[in-house]
């Protein structure tokens, strides 16, 4: 079989890998889609923390089941997502219920090669059952989810404001999934086609673009004057982490879900004086992937909505530089595997 292996930052090539062994307790899966997200650019990149080449990407993947016990609650054909955060189980995390930040963690295309191949092994409790849903919905599951766990650590009230900081395909869910957990939504980018998706797409109508507007002023306004008790930030970027602080309410929880290279530096009084509780946001649980899933199925969400490009497994390695450089255009690219069958 093949894969799709990042050799070194700037380079993607096809190469030839056994079919993976059946063990016990894990499922052999046929990948059929799998979305390209901020790590897999980032590492193609070459500026992806916890990472080393050469490397399979790959961790949003819609797949089916071709091998597993008999005993198991799945049967062969099932469509699946996968849970790609392989904890320990022993850890003091993991002993606490919190396997996402699991200290020995292996994510999936991250630390380990991914789902950018033709089949993969995984354990069978990383199988997370389709219910219903298109290959298509699958393959977005994962990052919704990512989005899913920061708004449930924000623990939003009814009418709070909310600010989103990134319009990426993370931000815009956890925008979404702000809204629907009851918050007054606000997302803040540079790219107004991105914005305009939140109005057309998410009926989230407060958007902020930081190159032609006042923020701190559109937040007064907005907000009545109050700032909001709650920032999502999802862009990853140090300046934006940085400047978050100054924008919260007093009071407020500022939760960080994008991933930073650099140190992130912050105002020492201007967190101090709000009594700021800040949290990092680690992959996702078990109960988040469920949750979006609810969503999906009751047309809540709508994963068709974010998929903006679709691309073959074949052409993916003269496509993905174009991707790169077309940010502003593409919300969410999936690659389809039908073509290899």
Do not use: W
Request: aromatic residues 8%; hydrophobic residues 40%.
């Amino acid at each position: 079989m093949i894969a799709l292996t990042c050799i070194e930052p700037g380079k993607l090539m096809f190469l030839e890998k056994k079919y993976p062994l059946h063990k016990k307790g894990f499922a052999i899966l046929k990948v059929r889609r799998i979305g390209i997200c901020g790590t897999d650019y980032h590492a193609f990149s070459g500026n992806q923390p916890f990472f080393e080449y050469p490397r399979v990407l790959g961790h949003e993947i819609a797949a089916e089941i071709v091998a597993i016990e008999e005993n198991s609650l799945f049967k062969i054909g099932d469509y699946v997502a996968v849970y790609p955060y392989f904890s320990c189980g022993k850890c003091i995390a993991c002993r606490s219920g919190k396997n996402n930040c699991c200290e020995s963690i292996s994510v999936f295309g991250v630390h380990e090669d991914g789902g950018m191949q033709e089949y993969i092994s995984v354990p069978q409790s990383s199988l997370v059952l389709g219910n219903g849903l298109s290959l298509d919905e699958l393959s977005l599951v994962e990052p919704l989810a990512i989005g899913a766990h920061g708004v449930s650590l924000s623990q939003i009230t009814q009418g709070e404001y909310v600010l989103v900081i990134g319009a990426g395909p993370i931000g815009l869910g956890a925008a979404k999934l702000a809204q629907l957990s009851g918050g007054n939504v606000i997302v803040m980018d540079l790219n107004d086609a991105r914005l305009n998706f939140c109005k057309e797409k998410l009926a989230i109508q407060e958007t902020i673009n930081p190159s032609n507007e006042d923020v701190q002023q559109r937040l007064m306004e907005i907000t009545n004057g109050d700032m909001p008790t709650v920032i999502i930030e999802c862009s990853g970027n140090v300046n934006a982490i940085n400047g978050a602080v100054p924008l919260l309410a007093h009071g407020g929880r500022l939760i960080l879900i994008g991933l930073q290279k650099k140190d992130i530096i912050i105002s020492h009084p201007e967190f101090h004086k709000r009594e700021t509780t800040m949290r990092s946001s680690r992959n996702a649980s078990h109960e988040d992937f469920r949750s979006v899933i609810t969503y999906i199925q009751k047309g809540i969400l709508k994963p068709a909505d974010f998929i903006t490009h679709k691309l073959s497994f074949i052409d993916v390695p003269q496509t993905f530089d174009v991707l790169l450089t077309s940010q502003s255009e593409v919300i969410k690219a999936v690659i389809n595997f039908d073509q290899i069958d």
